[in-house]
C-alpha cells in the first residue's frame, strides 16, 4: 500500500484516486497521525501531498520525523516537497508572483522518476514560495521557468520532490510519473482492484457478522444499495433490509426500488408506507433545516419501530464511503454547517447496534464498481444523486400533497425529455423546484393564476462545486411547453443559472 500524509491540499483526493486506479491500495491519513498507526500500515511508499500553508507560517503543518527513517520511498508534491527542502537545509524563498496554472518543465538529467518522459512536459503548478536552494544530497531533474527545482531527487534519502501536481489532469507526465514512482522506485505489485476488495470485504463480513442478525436501511441510493448486496454475498439469511416510504420520493420511484430489492431480498425486504405520517409531521413547516429535522427524526422513529420487530439485531449496516471519512477528519477542522443533511446518524447508539460500514474505504466510482460486479442493474448505479429529504426541499415553503403531486409530474416531464435526448449520464442531477410563487398567464382564451417552476440542472464531479448544465435551447423549449401543457398547475417554467458556489444545488 502506498499511505498519503495529508497536508490539507484540495487535489490530496485525486492522488489516492490515481494510484488507486493503477491497482495499488492506498490510504489517506492527516499529516501529523500517528507514527505507530503510519508503521502498522507498513507502506510501500509514502506521498507527502500539497497544501495552501506556507513553510514559514507559525502553525505550518508538519509531520512526525520519524516517517523519514522507514526506509522506503517518499514523494514530496508541492508543499510537502517544499516542507522536506526545507527542514533538511535547503533554502525556500517567499515567493512574490507564485506560479499557477500551465507550466512548462525541462528534463535535467537521468531519474527513475521520469522514466519513459523525454526533453520538455507540460505541468500543472500551483505555488507561491518556491525552493531556492536544494538541501545537501539533493539533485535537480527538471526545472521550470520559474522553479529552477520543479524536481529534484535525494538518492541517500530515498527522496523525490515535485513542484508540480502529477495528480491533476492538466499534468501531461503526471500518470508516467505516478506510476514510475509506485512501480520502478516503491515497486509495489498491483493487485488491488474492486473485484479483489469485494472478495476480501466478503470473507470479512462472514467472519465478523458470525451468526449476528444485521439490519439496513435502504434508500434506493447507490450508497445504501451496494452496502446491502454485499452484506447478502456474505450473510444472506441473516440481513433484513427496510425501504421507507416518506411520501417526498419522485413518482414510480419507492414502486421501482421495491421491485428491485424485493428480487434480491425476498422476504427479508419490507417497504414501509410511511408518506400520511411524514406529511402530517410536515404540516404547516416552512423553514428548510426544520424540515430536513422532522424528516430525520421521523425516519429514525419510523425505522426504529419497523427493524425493532427484528429481534436480537446486533448490526446497522451503512453505506459511508471514504470521502465522508476522510471530510470528518480533523485536519479540515470543524467545517460550518451550510445544510445538515440527514443519515441514520443517532441510531445505533438507541437501539444499541454495532456499526458495519463495508464501503468506508471506497470511493464513489468504485463504488458504482462494485455495485456492478453485485449485479445491481446499471440504470440503479447510474442515477442521478437524490437528497434524503426528497422532494421536500424542491419545495420551498410549506409542503401539501397536491404540491407534492404537481412537482412529481413535472419532475417526470424533465426527466423524460432529458433521457429521450440521450443526455442523462451529462448531467450530476436534474430536477425541478416548484416555487411559492403564483403568476398570470394566459391559456385559450382565459386567464391563468398557477405556480412557477425553476429547472435545476447541474454538472459536477462530486457535489461540492458546480456548473448549470448548458441545455440545447431547443431542447428547454420543448421540456417548458410540455410542462405547462401537461401539467395542471404551473403556467411559468424558469431555468436556473446559478452555479456552485455562490448557489447551492438544491434550493433549500
Ligand atoms: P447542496 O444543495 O448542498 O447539495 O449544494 C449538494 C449535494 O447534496 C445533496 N443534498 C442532500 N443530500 N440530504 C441528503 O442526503 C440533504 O439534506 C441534502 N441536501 C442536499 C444534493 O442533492 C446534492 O447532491
Not at 492522488?15 to 507502506?43: H, K, M, Q, W
Not at 492538466?170 to 509506485?182: D, K, Q, R, T, Y
Not at 423549449?477 to 455562490?502: A, F, M
Request: hydrophobic residues 35%; aromatic residues 10%.
Amino acid at each position: 500500500m502506498i499511505l498519503i500524509l495529508d497536508f490539507g491540499s484540495q487535489y490530496t483526493q485525486l492522488i489516492a484516486r490515481r494510484i488507486r486506479s493503477f491497482g495499488v491500495y492506498t490510504e489517506i491519513v492527516p499529516c501529523y497521525e500517528d507514527f505507530s498507526r503510519c508503521a502498522t500500515l507498513n507502506p510501500a511508499g509514502i506521498v507527502l501531498s500539497g497544501g495552501p500553508d506556507s513553510v514559514f507560517a507559525s502553525d505550518a503543518p508538519g509531520c512526525d520525523e520519524r516517517i523519514f527513517s522507514m526506509n522506503v520511498p517518499i514523494l514530496g508534491i508541492c508543499y510537502g516537497y517544499q516542507y522536506v527542502v526545507h527542514r533538511r537545509g535547503g533554502v525556500v524563498r517567499k515567493g512574490n508572483k507564485g506560479e499557477y496554472g500551465r507550466t512548462r518543465i525541462s528534463l535535467k538529467g537521468d531519474a527513475d522518476i521520469f522514466h519513459g518522459v523525454h526533453g520538455e512536459s507540460n505541468v500543472w503548478m500551483s505555488h507561491s514560495d518556491e525552493i531556492a536552494e536544494l538541501p545537501p544530497g539533493f539533485r535537480t531533474v527538471a526545472g521550470s521557468p520559474h522553479s529552477p527545482h520543479a524536481a529534484s531527487v535525494s538518492e541517500d534519502m530515498q527522496f523525490i520532490g515535485l513542484q508540480f501536481h502529477p495528480e491533476v489532469a492538466h499534468s501531461e507526465c503526471g500518470n508516467a510519473v505516478l506510476l514510475n514512482f509506485i512501480e520502478r522506485i516503491c515497486r509495489t505489485p498491483r493487485t488491488w482492484s474492486v473485484e479483489a476488495y469485494k472478495d476480501r470485504k466478503i470473507r470479512e463480513l462472514r467472519e465478523q457478522i458470525g451468526s449476528h442478525k444485521v439490519i439496513c436501511a435502504l434508500s434506493g441510493g447507490v450508497d445504501s444499495s451496494v452496502t446491502a448486496a454485499l452484506i447478502r454475498e456474505a450473510a444472506p439469511e441473516q440481513i433484513y433490509c427496510f425501504y421507507i416510504n416518506n411520501g417526498l420520493m419522485r413518482k414510480g420511484e419507492s414502486e421501482y426500488v421495491a421491485d428491485i430489492m424485493r428480487g434480491r431480498f425476498g422476504s427479508h425486504f419490507f417497504s414501509i408506507n410511511a408518506e400520511a405520517r411524514f406529511l402530517k409531521n410536515l404540516t404547516g413547516v416552512s423553514d428548510p433545516e426544520r424540515k430536513r429535522k422532522i424528516i430525520g427524526e421521523t425516519f429514525i422513529r419510523v425505522f426504529e419501530e419497523e427493524a425493532g420487530k427484528i429481534s436480537g439485531a446486533h448490526y446497522l449496516a451503512q453505506g459511508t464511503l471514504y470521502p465522508d471519512v476522510i471530510e470528518s477528519s480533523p485536519f479540515k477542522g470543524p467545517s460550518a454547517t451550510i445544510k445538515s443533511h440527514h443519515n441514520v446518524g443517532g441510531l445505533p447508539e438507541k437501539m444499541s447496534l454495532q456499526l458495519l460500514e463495508p464501503l468506508r474505504e471506497l470511493f464513489k466510482d468504485e463504488t458504482r464498481e462494485l455495485g456492478l460486479t453485485l449485479g445491481l442493474p446499471p440504470e440503479l448505479i447510474y442515477r442521478h444523486p437524490f437528497p434524503g429529504p426528497g422532494l421536500a426541499i424542491r419545495i420551498p415553503g410549506e409542503i401539501t400533497a397536491e404540491k407534492l403531486a404537481i412537482l412529481r409530474d413535472a419532475d417526470t416531464i424533465l426527466l423524460e425529455e432529458i433521457r429521450r435526448a440521450g443526455l442523462y449520464n451529462e448531467i450530476w442531477q436534474a430536477f425541478a423546484v416548484l416555487l411559492p410563487v403564483k403568476s398570470v398567464g394566459v391559456m385559450g382564451d382565459f386567464r391563468t393564476y398557477e405556480y412557477a417552476l425553476s429547472i435545476r440542472c447541474v454538472t459536477s464531479s462530486d457535489g461540492m462545486t458546480a456548473d448549470w448544465f448548458h441545455f440545447p435551447h431547443e431542447l428547454l423549449s420543448g421540456i417548458s411547453n410540455r410542462i405547462i401543457n401537461e401539467v395542471k398547475g404551473i403556467n411559468r417554467v424558469l431555468y436556473d443559472i446559478t452555479s456552485k458556489p455562490p448557489g447551492t444545488v438544491e434550493w433549500e
